[in-house]
Each structure stands twice: as C-alpha cells, then as structure tokens.
C-alpha cells in the first residue's frame, strides 16, 4: 500500500471559478496538503494574485497549457505541430515565468491529451515532470481517455526518454475510473473509500486531481461556449464536505501529500 499521494489542481480558463480559491487553500493548510497546481496561461493573466499567494505558502505551481483548448483548436494530440505545441507551451510558460519570476518545469495537459510531440517539445522548454498519462483509465467513451494503449503503463514514475534528453511521467491514478474530484461527487462515500484502498495498493504514489471550477455552482461561472455543461451541472460549495472527507480519510490511512518537484518521487527504472 502507498504511504503517499500527489493532490494536484487544474485551473482550467474559466471566470468564475476562482471564487473557490481562498476555501480550497484553507482546506490544504488545515490537512497539510502540499498541492501542486497547474494554471492556464489566461487564468494566471486573469488571477496573478493567486500563483502569488500560492507562492506564499510554498505550494509547487505548473502549466496547464494555455486556454484549454479555447485559443484557436490548443491540442496538444497527435495531430497538432511540433511548432504549434512549442508556441501553446511557451506563451504560457512565459506568462507563469512573470508572475512568479521561475519558468514551471511542472506540466500537465489540457483534457490529458498529450502525444510524444508534447514531451519532446516539454524537454526542449526545460520541463522536468509531466502528469498527463494516466494508467489504467478507461472512460469507455464517456471522457477524453478512450484508448487502451495506457493499460500496462507503469503505476509508479517512470521516465520518458526524447530528443532533448528525458522527462518524468507521474501518471495519474485510475483503474478504470480515475481518482479525481469527480469520483468524489458522483459516488456515496462507501464506494470512494472502497475504491481509494484499491488504487493505493496499485499506485504509488496516488495522484488525485481537481478543478476549482468543481465548488462553484454553474450560475456562477462564465462557462466558454462548447464546454461540456454536465461536468458542471454538480458543481458548487457542497463538494468541499466530500473534499475534506477525503483528506481525512487519507489522514486516518497514514497516506500523506507530497510535492512533485521538491519531495522527489521514486522512479521505476
Ligand atoms: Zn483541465
């Protein structure tokens, strides 16, 4: 069983959602948490005080690539250019590097859809860890993983080696369904217990993730045309219960939270 996990948090572009900001902080300094975050470029232009204050309080920051896909079909898939994938990642590497005077070196991409382009062109930028490819998952048509080609990735760290020299994978947890805020929500408490002991005996570490998009309720967001409005139909203030919960289960299991970066995870050579 794992003794440790990766709670890390995307900040997808959209206005609103930063209302939860200040709640989710307090919630990961009550439980200790050390959270990892990764901002879209337009979010960290929107909210700089908020990589700032996370800066404050030590958390690890990333890049979740630019405008999660808003910006002109961003797509960091098979199909997008070396080029193309270089511009996306650089504009908001640079605008990360300004707010919090350090390039990230911390990456995970928009919707996890990420190709040997993205960790060739991540190297060449001075990346070092990526958190997009999740093992085990499955969505069966229902999400952005549909492809079996993740199933006998490893569930530890592994690295990726590319032209410029290698980076490190932190995949994601999942059997199937992945750990994330979404299973929290949708599932009774019974099930995410039953089902977090699982992964812990699969993966080490566990990497969780959630959007802050996910504690405010849709009426109070600007939702960019094209979204899927079902990811948000249960969104709202409710969910920090489920939230806290599962800090304390994790707490009562003796699994504590780690950063990427600076606590150095264990590589499956
Ligand atoms: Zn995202």
Not at 49 to 66: C, D, F, K, N, T
Not at 105 to 110: C, D, E, G, I, S
Not at 127 to 152: E, H
Not at 159 to 171: A, D, Q, S
Request: net charge positive; hydrophobic share 35%.
């Amino acid at each position: 069983m794992t003794n440790y996990i990766h709670i890390t948090v995307d900040f997808d572009w959209i206005p609103g959602s930063q209302k939860s900001v200040p709640k989710l902080f307090e919630l990961f300094q009550k439980y200790d948490v050390r959270p990892v975050l990764f901002f879209t470029g337009s979010f960290a232009t929107a909210y700089p005080e908020i990589l700032q204050q996370a800066m404050r309080l030590g958390y690890e920051i990333g890049s979740h690539g630019l405008n999660h896909g808003l910006d002109d079909n961003e797509n960091f898939g098979i199909h997008t250019s070396y080029e193309r994938q270089k511009e996306l990642i650089s504009k908001c590497t640079d605008i990360i590097a300004q707010i919090t005077s350090a390039e990230p070196v911390l990456f995970r991409a928009p919707q996890l859809n990420i190709s040997s382009t993205t960790f060739e062109v991540l190297t060449e930028l001075g990346y070092k860890i990526d958190s997009s490819v999740p093992t085990r998952r499955f969505d069966f048509g229902g999400g952005s993983v549909n492809s079996l080609k993740y199933f006998a990735n490893p569930c530890k760290p592994y690295t990726i080696p590319t032209k410029n020299g290698t980076i490190l994978e932190i995949p994601p947890s999942a059997c199937l369904l992945p750990l994330n805020m979404r299973l929290l929500r949708t599932f009774p408490y019974q099930f995410v217990r039953g089902f977090s002991a699982i992964l812990a005996k699969i993966h080490h570490p566990l990497v969780f993730y959630l959007h802050p998009t996910e504690f405010v309720q849709i009426s109070k967001m600007k939702l960019p045309e094209g979204y899927p409005k079902g990811f948000y139909s249960g969104c709202g203030e409710h969910n920090f219960a489920a939230l806290e919960r599962f800090l304390r289960l994790l707490q009562d299991r003796g699994i504590r939270s780690e950063f990427m970066l600076r606590d150095k995870p264990q590589v499956v050579l």
